[in-house]
């Protein structure tokens, strides 16, 4: 696992960056760039990665009770090994799109209890599903589509996780991806976007 706070876990860094020119893209074509770039990592590298998730995020989430994490889609890296095993043990929480906001619920069997957004997303079966309070939440382990060495982050560009996260702790989340979305140029940020407490690359 590489990551970008050493208070967490002191072994150096070991980082394939994403040489790019961020400071000239737009936030459009920036994400266009970033789509294809995860879309090119080798299905061996994927594996490899959602192997090493699962170890390393067992062990940093050891002792949480409610992990809010999500809904691997498309090319993002696999979390699903890790939410199968949270939610055999009643810690796993999904986020559901609600209007303009993510409501968190609890998930105890992820293939009877989630449907297929619009987005192509497994979302929480409300019938099938506990919604649950944001002050339950432990950790937040929050999909991307980059991230940079100051902790921030791009996502699909609809603002949800930029929104959700200003409503809970600020160090009890952490941007999960690839080695090859971490990347060697600062991300343009505006306001609306939310720093987050760490990264953590497999």
Not at 40 to 66: D, V
Not at 105 to 116: E, I, K, M, P
Not at 167 to 192: C, D, M, R, W, Y
């Amino acid at each position: 696992m590489s990551q970008e706070n050493p208070s967490c876990d002191p072994k150096p860094l070991v980082m394939n960056m994403m040489e790019t020119t961020t400071r000239t893209e737009t936030k459009s074509e920036l994400r266009q760039n970033l789509r294809r770039l995860r879309a090119s990592i080798p299905a061996h590298r994927k594996e490899e990665a959602s192997t090493a998730a699962l170890k390393s995020l067992l062990a940093l989430l050891q002792g949480k009770r409610n992990i809010l994490s999500f809904a691997s889609f498309g090319d993002e890296i696999d979390l699903w090994p890790l939410n199968k095993i949270l939610a055999q043990e009643g810690r796993l929480l999904l986020p559901k799109m609600e209007g303009d906001h993510l409501q968190p619920y609890r998930v105890r069997d992820v293939q009877a209890g989630l449907d297929t957004h619009v987005f192509g997303i497994q979302e929480p079966r409300p019938e099938c599903c506990e919604a649950v309070p944001l002050d339950v939440i432990d950790f937040v382990l929050v999909p991307g589509l980059g991230f940079d060495k100051q902790h921030h982050r791009i996502g699909y560009g609809k603002g949800f996780y930029d929104l959700f996260l200003r409503k809970l702790p600020p160090h009890i989340n952490a941007g999960i991806g690839f080695h090859e979305q971490l990347l060697s140029s600062a991300l343009p940020v505006t306001n609306n976007d939310h720093t987050l407490a760490a990264v953590y690359t497999f």
